[in-house]
């Protein structure tokens, strides 16, 4: 018995020792067969488009991925600017790559060295970029960048534009450099050195925002903001980037404490959804957005730039797709609030277009008429050109110099104003003096950094200075929202008294047919040039920032028109837009069966 046992172990150790040689044989041929194998670690200046098979940058060096790559992703995902690791085997560029995996980004340190893949940054003003959305070709302090489709774009300090000031993180080792990321900065940034850390504030100092409810014609003296009282001496910084100094602006302050009531060191003009917070909730801001989309992640969660602001969605965002598909150029509704963080957190966004928007109107004083009235027309100071389907209509007085009208214009592919109706008119659009003219259209640029300085409207340029009034009650001011401009022409420039946002035409919540009972004069309006009309037994606000379109059907009693329109916070039903129609009868035979 004792030698059968003994005869057991030897076979069974006989056996271990056969796997453990194999596997021995089996990690050394494994080795051998690995021995040409080389590996290179850096930030990714390049991937394939689309999936991972295709050409790759690494640092600087080129390498093949092919179908027997391994790919790991255990550090996080694959994207330009990520740290990765490549094993490799080749005698040449493209060397072809064995295996990529994701590293920690501490793995790829900038030593600060010019070498080639080490991530680098820059501060400059933007130059040129692309002419839609954000990828491709960007001119930023002089310096050529490319932005492939992995980079990220922020927006928190301003929208990314010519003339903004950005920061780049780049990689590369000559011009063309890749970027990784590009953010809007505060143009004191863009001084040519990268910004110092700024001085922590004092233990005694508060910053508050809040709305103005008194200040002193001279402003220095006492204020009052959300019923606090602060005093403001001589040594106090007064800015006004953001729209003047009023009862009712939103203002951020900075005060000290340490005396009674506190002293303001520093208060200046902040956009209007800044002071919506929410201190139950943590939020320090919110507020509603109409503008386009300039881009957005695939699968719709994550960064969307839309109106020169950088949204952040996730799962419980809700995605509203009633009015067509998101796409780049169509104009959104956005619902947001401002996380402790800064962060723009979209709760809702909602399609309210189905293309980009390029029509608008404008209230104006006629300048000048080309012969045939076929040509270049200047009112309040825009040229507009009429052509053979320009509509013109003299229900109120004759088409002359002097004359006041209503343009209704188009925006044609190389950005020209082409009228598409030119009528008298006794409106001023709702002008506050008689000199002021108004316009009502789409913001395609606006200043870098605040609110003050040039913006360009259905491609018009306006300027804008400390005298201007901003109002944000239908949305906050960005790229693509609608808006009422007030202004006059001085030397040439179109000097902005005010800037209001508006409802965009079409972007109401109700639409509904019906036939014109009323045109105007049924009550006394809320504001001046508003009327009152009556669709379908229903009363519609009617004001001068309503798209009145009459190009297919005119808006005359009898006639049915398409109605889009928003309750007011008072009941009140407001007309974005009212569409002449006309709808064909329809006839219905019964079947005849045979």
Known sequence: ?????????????????????????????????????????????????????????????????????????????????????????????????????????????????????????????????????FVGAWTIGGVAYDAPAGAEFKQRNGPLAIGACAKVHYTGAAAPFTAREIESRPASDCNGTIPPTPTPTPGDEIEVYGRIDSFPSGLI????????????????????????????ACVELHARTSTTPATLREIKTERDHKCNGDDQSGIIGQGELYGEVQSFPDGLVGEWNIAGITFLTDSATEFKQEKGAFAVGVTVKVHFVIRTNGDFYARE????????????????????????????WTIGGVEYTANEQTRFKEKHGALEVGARVRVKYTIDSTGQRIARKIETTKSQGGASQPDHLKSFGFVGQMPAD?????????????????????????????????????????????????????????????????????????????????????????????????????????????????????????????????????????????????
């Open 1 to 133: 018995m004792q030698q059968q046992a003994t005869t057991h172990r030897t076979r069974i150790t006989s056996a271990l020792l056969a796997v453990i040689f194999l596997a021995l044989a089996t990690v050394w041929s494994s080795q051998v067969a690995q021995a040409g194998e080389s590996q290179w670690k850096g930030r990714i200046d390049a991937m394939p488009a689309n999936g991972l098979q295709g050409a790759w940058v690494v640092a600087g060096k080129s390498f093949t991925a092919t179908s027997s790559t391994d790919f790991r992703t255990d550090k996080g995902a694959f994207a330009v600017g990520v740290c990765v690791e490549v094993e490799y085997v080749g005698n040449a560029e493209p060397f072809t790559a064995t295996k990529i995996a994701s590293k920690n980004q501490d793995d790829c340190p900038n030593n600060g060295g010019p070498t080639p893949g080490a991530e680098q940054e820059a501060y400059g003003l933007v130059q040129s970029m692309p002419a839609s959305g």
């Open 450 to 594: 605040g609110l003050i300085g040039e913006w360009t409207i259905d491609n018009v340029v306006y300027v804008t200075d400390a005298s201007t009034k901003f109002k944000e009650d239908h949305g906050i001011l960005g790229i693509g929202a609608y808006v009422a401009v007030e202004y006059r022409v001085v030397n040439g420039q179109n000097l902005v008294h005010e800037i209001e946002t508006k409802v965009p035409p079409a972007a109401g919540t109700q639409s509904s047919f019906g036939v014109i009972n009323n045109v105007g004069g049924l009550t006394a309006a809320a504001a001046i040039d508003d009327e009152v009309w009556n669709i379908g037994g229903v009363n519609y606000l009617v004001t001068p920032a309503t798209d009145l379109d009459d190009l297919a059907t005119e808006l005359e009693v009898g006639n049915t028109a398409l109605v889009d329109s928003y309750q007011a916070a008072d009941g009140t039903r407001v007309a974005t837009q009212v569409r002449g129609v006309t709808i064909a009868p329809t006839v219905y035979l019964p079947a005849v069966q045979r």
């Open 349 to 376: 966004i909602e399609t309210k277009s189905r293309e980009p928007q390029k029509n608008g109107h404008a209230f104006g004083i006629v300048e000048s008429i080309p012969a045939n009235r076929l040509g270049i």
């Open 221 to 248: 003296g006492e204020w009052v903001v959300d019923g606090v009282a602060y005093t403001a001496d001589a040594n106090t910084e007064f800015k006004q980037k953001n729209g003047v100094f009023a009862v009712g």
